[in-house]
């Protein structure tokens, strides 16, 4: 047997202002956006789901984002760490790591500069408007 990773799903607050910054930052385009369907409710264990969702792709990798209107959700986040059981970031792989730190410092909250690491590879970390990690890795 064979498993293929298809999808990473986020959970986010504001759907549009996800897109915006998956689309604007990480070149992601949307592919599609619908409403949750009645079966959700049988496969999350929960009762009255609503919910948009999006999917966004970028060079064969999807990135399904859901914006649950009820039930009720908190985010985690802010009380979340990197080393934390559970998804820790998505990474990106990137050219040049330090001009987009100068470019999205401005805007974002990076949780550190780039740095460089044994492998050669320079890596920094910022956070997404739901406080999701984002490695940004730049490899030799």
């Known amino acids: 047997m064979t498993a293929i990773l ?18 604007t930052h990480f070149g992601f385009s949307e592919r599609k956006r619908f ?3 009645d079966s959700q409710d ?7 789901v609503n919910a948009q969702i999006a999917f966004l ?3 064969g990798i999807s ?11 908190t985010n985690v986040n802010p009380s979340s760490s990197i080393h934390d059981v559970g998804l820790a970031h998505l990474c990106f792989q990137i050219e040049n ?9 401005g805007d974002i909250e990076f949780i550190s ?10 890596i920094a970390n910022l956070r997404d408007p739901d ?8 490899r030799p």
């Open 42 to 48: 049988g496969l999350l264990g929960l009762n009255g």
């Open 63 to 73: 990135l399904e984002l859901k914006e649950y209107s009820s039930p009720p959700n």
């Open 6 to 23: 298809d999808h990473i799903g986020l959970n986010v607050s504001d759907i549009e202002l996800s897109l915006n910054f998956y689309c």
């Open 35 to 37: 409403k949750a369907s």
């Open 97 to 105: 790591i330090d001009d987009w730190y100068s470019t999205l410092s």
């Open 113 to 122: 500069s780039p740095l460089p690491v044994d492998s050669g590879a320079k």
């Open 131 to 138: 406080g999701n990690i984002i490695e940004l890795v730049e």
């Open 57 to 59: 792709e970028n060079d």
